[in-house]
């Protein structure tokens, strides 16, 4: 089970990392032009970045799942999961934000988006954390 | 043991056939949770925003009536004027209540302030306004004094400003409508006296200035008296006073609605097909594990059971894995379109107001049924034949 855990796990860090490049407002061409003429991303452009700094690591935990068997492993890397998925969502709900303006598609699309990742990312390792503390030493 | 326990047992017994049963009917549930909260959606979003307006008929000027339509679905800002004594000859036609002017203005393009790039500005008369004025009342308990606004549920003021700069002028943000789903909650509304202050000030205070011709109004929003006919008297308005068009408010968004009605047609025809084609996979994964299990059946007739009990283990099963199947289906849907609801209301263009909990629960009931219905009639023939089948005849094979 956890070889599968550990599958989703990546899969939703590779759609972490990749969902913002899609539908943050620069991806629509939407940027904030200064005083002095220059644009310059909107915020919600830094909470897909800090989304790869969360999936990168994710990612290691969902590779070092499927190739762990010791049950203290499993229960490190599922309480990492739990933190990291609650770091993906805590970037664009409040950490960094999104931009303000409720129609922009960093509020409609990516927000949610990232949310339901991060929700999925820590509910399957609350599972996975519970399930290591019941399973027996796999090695 | 009782006719659940041995349903349970059969689920857990066969995860295939169980695992097929309830994608199956999960996909239809889902299916039809999605599409009708999509279309009840729109409706509900129409119907908000035709209580908010609040007018019998809406009278514009000829050639308009689209891009009035646009304006309150979309808050796609208009231009339109006519002259003020349209307002008079309206309110002197008979069977007419009350008859208010409203101006239609918009903001500069991209003007930082603003949840669109160009925001819909609509100036409304308080002395006469059905519209705004009495939500306001209800809620703030007064009018909008000058410099006051009142926004729909998108407008917002930037982080760290106590003021929504327009044309170079400060105005005031007192309050947010409720959301409707349509345009309306893009638009900002203001009295006649801050829009001439705003057109007064903007050319020092703008880039470009608001000019609001004068002796001008966009349209007039009309109540017509209890018990007179509102078609009749458009119809007066409509032979009495030249240049104008009435819009009757039943038949505003007239070409959205159609739109609707094409869009829910596909969306039945969809359902439709997903319906049979579920329908005839449950019936063939429950023929062929019915065939499997027709020893297992014979012994339990054996044993005493009757053909009846027989059939009702099986329709027990289904009916469980309908029921799971079906909650998770309207749970996937409803949560997927909750969370992406903006996104959806601006991919399809369609406006989009989340049912009451009371019609989101009857949708519930109802996709529990369609579930319930779907998995009765795919196992009811294959259920019948293993139920009727000679015990002796099975066991021997």
């Not at chain 2, 017509?224 to 009435?246: D, F, L, T, W, Y």
Request: overall charge positive.
């Amino acid at each position: 089970m956890f070889k599968v855990f550990g599958v989703v796990l990546v899969v939703l860090a590779i759609a972490l990392a990749v969902v913002p490049t899609f539908t943050d407002c620069q991806s629509q061409g939407k940027m904030i032009t200064l005083a002095n003429g220059k644009t310059t991303p909107m915020k919600c452009h830094w909470t897909g970045i800090a989304e790869i700094g969360v999936a990168v690591p994710l990612a290691v935990v969902g590779g070092m799942m499927t190739l762990s068997r010791r049950r203290n492993n499993l229960t490190n890397l599922s309480v990492l999961g739990v933190v990291l998925g609650g770091l993906a969502i805590a970037f664009p709900a409040g950490l960094i934000g999104v931009c303000q303006t409720p129609t922009m598609s960093c509020v409609t699309a990516m927000k949610p988006a990232l949310v339901s990742l991060g929700s999925l990312t820590a509910g399957i390792s609350v599972i996975g954390l519970v399930m290591s503390r019941k399973a027996k030493e796999l090695s | 043991m009782n006719v659940f326990r041995i349903a349970l047992r059969n689920i857990r017994g066969n995860a295939v056939k169980s695992l097929t049963v309830f994608m199956c009917v999960l996909g239809v549930a889902a299916f039809f949770v999605a599409t009708t909260l999509i279309v009840r959606g729109a409706q509900n979003s129409l119907e908000r925003g035709l209580e908010r307006l609040g007018a019998d008929i809406l009278v514009v000027p000829t050639g308009a009536e689209n891009k009035m339509e646009s304006a309150i679905l979309m808050g796609t800002p208009i231009k339109l004027w006519m002259p003020k004594q349209n307002l008079e000859k309206v309110s002197q036609i008979e069977g007419v209540s009350q008859a208010t002017p409203q101006i239609y203005l918009q903001s500069l393009f991209g003007a930082p302030c603003c949840a669109v790039n160009e925001m819909f500005m609509v100036v409304f008369d308080p002395e006469t306004d059905f519209s705004v004025t009495p939500w306001l009342n209800q809620h703030m308990g007064r009018g909008l004094a000058k410099g006051e606004v009142i926004g729909g549920t998108h407008i917002f003021l930037l982080e760290g400003e106590e003021y929504l700069k327009l044309y170079g002028y400060n105005l005031d943000l007192i309050g947010t409508l409720e959301p409707t789903g349509i345009g309306i909650d893009a638009t900002l509304f203001m009295t006649m006296e801050t829009a001439q202050e705003l057109a007064k000030y903007s050319p020092q205070t703008a880039i470009l200035p608001l000019e609001i011709p004068k002796d001008s109004i966009s349209s007039v929003m009309v109540k017509v008296k209890p018990g007179v006919n509102p078609h009749a008297v458009s119809v007066q308005i409509e032979r009495e006073i030249g240049g104008v068009v009435p819009i009757e408010s039943p038949n505003l968004f007239g070409a959205f609605r159609q739109q609707m009605l094409g869009l829910l047609g596909v969306f039945i025809v969809m359902l439709g097909l997903a319906y049979i084609v579920s329908a005839v996979l449950i019936g063939l994964v429950f023929s062929m594990a019915a065939h499997e299990r027709r020893r297992e059946m014979a012994v339990l007739r054996a044993t005493g059971a009757t053909p009846f009990f027989i059939f009702r283990t099986l329709w027990t099963e289904a009916a469980l894995l309908a029921v799971a199947g079906g909650a998770a289906g309207v749970a996937l849907s409803s949560i997927t379109i909750y969370i992406f609801r903006d996104y959806l209301a601006g991919t399809l263009g369609t406006p989009f107001l989340f049912p009451s909990f009371g019609s989101f629960m009857g949708l519930f009931v109802l996709a529990l049924a369609l579930s319930l219905a779907t998995v009765s009639i795919a196992v009811v023939v294959p259920a019948y034949r293993i139920s009727r089948q000679e015990p002796a005849l099975a066991m021997k094979e």
